[in-house]
């Protein structure tokens, strides 16, 4: 069974500074992967995803994410983070193989900005 | 383009009282729709997902149903609440192997 694993619960950083936030997978094959973004009180909106080729890929809000099959992670970093950056950020990984696509959800992480 | 409505976007109800939460994707025909509870604090859950007209697979046994009567409508219903029902109700579409969510729906039940 597929699983993700969100280590960092809260992180804290200051408005300016760099960020990265680290997802690990276990997955059979190769997965297809995903983060989202939850505001309080909002739904989730997807900042980016990776399902094959270049494994560094772009995604909205100045956001990137690099896939590393030999460390089994997606880590989602951006070098310069914004107060309206504060948010839950949930990494995950999608089953291609089964008719419901399911996803498989990390525990999220919750970053603090600090002016 | 696609949209994707949840309603209604609060809600309180009674212990024991009946539920009705409804959710309408436009712009896209015989969607994959999911149904997911996101209780304080904790992570997401997936609750029911739907591959088409009533055809539904639950992936947690509850009190709750979900029933898809329209291609682009998906509701989650309860007979009676209960008090570990409350949570934040996410409902998502699928697109090519990626899922949009809605705004959500809060519901506290006392």
């Known amino acids: 069974a597929q699983s993700v694993t969100q280590p960092d619960i809260h992180i804290t950083v200051s408005e300016g500074a760099s960020l990265e936030l680290r997802c690990n997978y276990s997955y059979g094959a190769t997965p297809y992967l995903f983060w989202y973004v939850q505001s309080p009180g909002q739904g989730l909106q997807l900042l980016l995803k990776?399902?094959?080729?270049?494994?560094l890929v772009q995604g909205i809000k100045g956001f990137e994410a690099e896939f590393k099959r030999s460390q089994s992670s997606f880590n989602l970093r951006k070098p310069s983070v914004h107060w309206s950056d504060a948010a839950e950020y949930f990494c995950a990984v999608g089953d291609g193989n089964n008719a419901g696509n399911m996803l498989t959800f990390g525990g999220g992480t919750r970053l603090m900005v600090k002016p | 383009s696609q949209t994707i409505h949840q309603w209604p976007a609060t809600l309180v109800q009674p212990v024991g009282s009946p539920l009705s939460l409804e959710c309408t994707v436009e712009?896209?025909?015989?969607?994959?729709l999911y149904w997911y509870r996101q209780a304080a604090g904790r992570g997401l859950q997936l609750l029911f997902y739907s591959v088409g007209i009533g055809q539904i697979s639950s992936e947690v046994p509850q009190n709750l149903s979900a029933s898809r009567p329209q291609d682009r409508q998906f509701i989650l219903s309860s007979k009676k609440l209960l008090l570990s029902d409350s949570g934040f109700y996410l409902c998502?579409?699928?697109?090519?192997?990626?899922?949009?969510f809605g705004p959500g729906t809060r519901l506290t039940v006392l």
């Open positions: 998502a579409w699928r697109d090519a192997y990626t899922q949009y």
């Open positions: 990776y399902f094959s080729g270049d494994t």
């Open positions: 712009g896209t025909s015989n969607p994959n």
